[in-house]
């Protein structure tokens, strides 16, 4: 299986991915920790996949994608975006709107404390 298979898969199979630099528990860059700490505080479950440990995927995904940098997010096989988006998606209350709509469970109270935090 070639890498864009094996993103295919990976995003078909899972509601919510995040390739990232490192783990969920162990990310290696400040971009792939912040999209995973938002998400792990919002108690969001999603497979993590660290591109580190597989240069094909590492370059796999940007051309999946067409998108230069790493962290990516995808909902139920939507390319979401990165880190910057991610973080303005988190505050504006957008992050929110994208997980109910596609019936992805989060923690709504831990959403609006990272905005009030963040007011």
Not at 13 to 31: A, H, S
Not at 79 to 94: A, N, P, Q
């Given at each position: ?35 995973a700490g938002v998400l792990n505080f919002m108690g969001v479950t999603y497979k993590d996949v ?5 240069q094909d995927i590492r370059q796999g995904i940007k051309d999946y994608s067409d998108w230069p ?51």
């Amino acid at each position: 299986m070639n890498a864009q298979d094996q993103i295919a898969q990976q995003i078909s199979e899972n509601d919510v991915v995040l390739f990232m630099k490192g783990t969920k528990d162990m990310p290696q860059c400040g971009f792939s920790s912040r999209v995973a700490g938002v998400l792990n505080f919002m108690g969001v479950t999603y497979k993590d996949v660290n591109v580190l440990a597989d240069q094909d995927i590492r370059q796999g995904i940007k051309d999946y994608s067409d998108w230069p940098t790493i962290p990516q997010l995808y909902v139920k096989g939507e390319f979401v975006g990165g880190c910057d988006i991610i973080t303005e998606m988190t505050l504006s209350g957008e992050l929110d709107q994208l997980f109910e709509t596609k019936g992805v469970s989060f923690n709504k109270e831990a959403a609006e404390q990272i905005r009030a935090a963040n007011a």
